[in-house]
C-alpha cells in the first residue's frame, strides 16, 4: 500500500507540472494513475486512453472552462489530479475499515469501487463541453455513452455488473454538484478530490483574470495537498500554504463541499502557513 501511495505522490506532481494545452498534442497524454494491483482497473485506464471521443471532450470543456470563460482548467490534467487524490482517499479509507457502498449495497469488490472512482473522476466536468452552469447535470449526457463504450472492452464485467457501475458513476457526477448530496462513499471522494486540486493557483473557484481578491490571493496561497494516514481518522488532509490568505480556501470553500460530502468524520483537514517571510499569526488551523 505505501508504495501505492508514493507513487501516487509522484504522479499528481507531476500532473501538477504538466502544461494544460489546447493543442493536438493533449490527445498524445496519457492518464496515470497507479493501478498495477488492481488489473480490472488497469484494463478501463487502457480503454480510456484509447477512447479519442473522450480526449476530444476534455479538450471542449476546457475551451469553454479557460478560453472562454477564463476559469481555471477543468481538462485532462484537471482529471488526473482528481482521479490520483479519489484512489489514494479510497485506499486509505479502505485501510480504515470504511466499505465502499458498491460493496456494502451491492455485493461488488472494493476493486470496483476504485473503478466508480477514477471513471467519475474522468467524467464529471465533461458537461462544461456543453456549458458549465449545471453542467454536472449536463455530464451524464455526454458521460453515458462513453461509459458504455469503455466498459463493453472490460472482461470482467456483463449487463449487470456493467449497469450497475455505470449508475454509481453517473450518480458521483451528478452529486459533485455543490448543493447535491452524494448517496456513496465514491461519490463523496469524488466530491471531495474535486475540491482538493486548489494548489498552485488551481482552486475550482471561477477567478476573476487580473482582479485581486480573497479569491485569488487565497488560490495562490496553496502551495500542496498532502495526504496521509491519518491519526484518530482514517485520512489526514494537509494544505500547505505561504500565506495565510489560503486559510479562505480552507475555511470557506473547502469545508462547503468537505460538509456536504458525507466524508467529514473520515477526514482530518488542517491548514499550515509555512512561509518563513510571513509573520505567522497561527501556527495551525484546524477545520
Ligand atoms: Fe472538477
Redesign the pocket.
Same mark, same amino acid.
Given at each position: 500500500m505505501n508504495d501505492l501511495i508514493e507513487n501516487n505522490t509522484k504522479i499528481i506532481t507531476e500532473a501538477l507540472t504538466d502544461p494544460v494545452q489546447t493543442d493536438g498534442r493533449q490527445a498524445e497524454a496519457l492518464i496515470r494513475v497507479p493501478c498495477r494491483h488492481n488489473p480490472r482497473l488497469q484494463s478501463v485506464v487502457d480503454a480510456v486512453n484509447e477512447d479519442r471521443a473522450l480526449h476530444a471532450l476534455w479538450r471542449c470543456a476546457n475551451i469553454n472552462a479557460v478560453d472562454r470563460l477564463g476559469i481555471s482548467d477543468?481538462g485532462r490534467v484537471? $482529471?488526473q489530479i $482528481?482521479a490520483n487524490v479519489a484512489l489514494r482517499l479510497l485506499r486509505l479509507l479502505v485501510e480504515g475499515g470504511v466499505q465502499p457502498s458498491v460493496v456494502r449495497h451491492h455485493g461488488l469488490e472494493d476493486a470496483d469501487a476504485e473503478v466508480i472512482v477514477f471513471l467519475a473522476s474522468m467524467l464529471?466536468?465533461v458537461g462544461i463541453a456543453i456549458h458549465r452552469d449545471r453542467h454536472e447535470e449536463l455530464s451524464p449526457i455526454l458521460a453515458a455513452p462513453r461509459l458504455s463504450a469503455i466498459l463493453a472492452q472490460i472482461p470482467d464485467y456483463d449487463v449487470e455488473r456493467t449497469t450497475i457501475i455505470s449508475s454509481e458513476v453517473l450518480h458521483a457526477i451528478v452529486a459533485?454538484a455543490r448543493d447535491a448530496q452524494p448517496l456513496t462513499l465514491e461519490a463523496g471522494i469524488v466530491k471531495v478530490s474535486?475540491a482538493l486540486?486548489m494548489a498552485k493557483g488551481r482552486s475550482?473557484i471561477p477567478l476573476e483574470c487580473g482582479k485581486v481578491n480573497i479569491h485569488s490571493i487565497s488560490a495562490a496561497a496553496v502551495e500542496r495537498v498532502v495526504i496521509t494516514r491519518g491519526d484518530g481518522k482514517p485520512v489526514r488532509v494537509e494544505v500547505q500554504m505561504n500565506n495565510s490568505a489560503g486559510i479562505f480556501q480552507v475555511g470557506e470553500l473547502l469545508k462547503g463541499k468537505l460538509d456536504n460530502s458525507g466524508l467529514a468524520e473520515h477526514l482530518e483537514v488542517v491548514a499550515n502557513v509555512q512561509a518563513e517571510a510571513e509573520k505567522r499569526l497561527i501556527p495551525l488551523f484546524r477545520l
Open positions: 477543468h484537471h $482529471v $482528481v464529471h466536468d459533485h474535486d486540486d475550482r
